[in-house]
T-cell receptor
Framework: NAGVTQTPKFRILKIGQSMTLQCTQD?????MYWYRQDPGMGLKLIYY???????DKGEVPNGYNVSRSTTEDFPLRLELAAPSQTSVYFC??????????????FGPGTRLLVL | AQTVTQSQPEMSVQEAETVTLSCTYD???????LFWYKQPPSRQMILVIR??????QNATENRFSVNFQKAAKSFSLKISDSQLGDTAMYFC?????????FGAGTRLTVKP
């Protein structure tokens, strides 16, 4: 049982490039989330999904896209990378809604540097 | 929008001693949940403790306990018998039907 896994661990992008951050969970959780963590700040919710085929915006969705074709996978897409997207990205999952106080399980994070 | 404030960017404590991390939040909601998450140097966040706002009794998990003061909108974390493995960033978090917010974190160092 690997929990929540993320790839890559670290990536450097040039301005304007695109990339996909991968996230997979093997706990059969319905809910999945993407957060970003800027230096000295708490996590901010980018997007979340309540199940396959259903996604919704969080606090800071601009510049990102997501899809959820399976229960296990929840990739995050950056289309035109900007320096403001330099951050550490965390994927998380939970069985039911975080809004109902459910515990979230986090991946190890992806550190992204946009130059 | 709800806000979560952790006023102590850094703290340190001697091994085996007790330390308290502060967290305040702002909300007009009456029903919500509060969490403390730990982020060790490995970066992977794990849940430490969880409190439901409608429960008056303070949550406890082994050496970790909270002091939940609903009227004051305060949710502090007490770590007893601190261990070297407690060295980490600690994040206070708030969630209700509309929102999920994290504080900026407190970096705790446990000294031998």
């Amino acid at each position: 049982n690997a929990g929540v896994t993320q790839t890559p661990k670290f990536r450097i992008l040039k301005i304007g490039q695109s990339m996909t951050l991968q996230c997979t969970q093997d706990m059969n959780h319905n809910y999945m989330y993407w957060y970003r963590q800027d230096p000295g700040m708490g996590l901010k919710l980018i997007y979340y999904s309540v199940g396959a085929g259903i996604t919704d915006k969080g606090e800071v969705p601009n510049g990102y896209n997501v899809s959820r074709s399976t229960t296990e996978d929840f990739p995050l897409r950056l289309e035109l990378a900007a320096p403001s997207q330099t951050s550490v990205y965390f994927c998380a999952s939970s069985f039911t809604a975080y809004k109902k106080g459910e515990t979230q399980y986090f991946g190890p994070g992806t550190r992204l540097l946009v130059l | 929008a709800q806000t979560v404030t952790q006023s102590q960017p850094e703290m340190s404590v001697q091994e085996a001693e007790t330390v308290t991390l502060s967290c305040t939040y702002d909300t007009s909601e009456s029903n919500y949940y509060l969490f403390w998450y730990k982020q060790p140097p490995s970066r992977q966040m794990i849940l430490v403790i969880r409190q439901e706002a409608y429960k008056q009794q303070n949550a406890t998990e082994n050496r970790f306990s909270v002091n939940f003061q609903k009227a004051a909108k305060s949710f502090s974390l007490k770590i007893s018998d601190s261990q070297l493995g407690d060295t980490a960033m600690y994040f206070c978090a708030f969630t209700n039907n509309n929102d999920m917010r994290f504080g900026a974190g407190t970096r705790l160092t446990v000294k031998p």
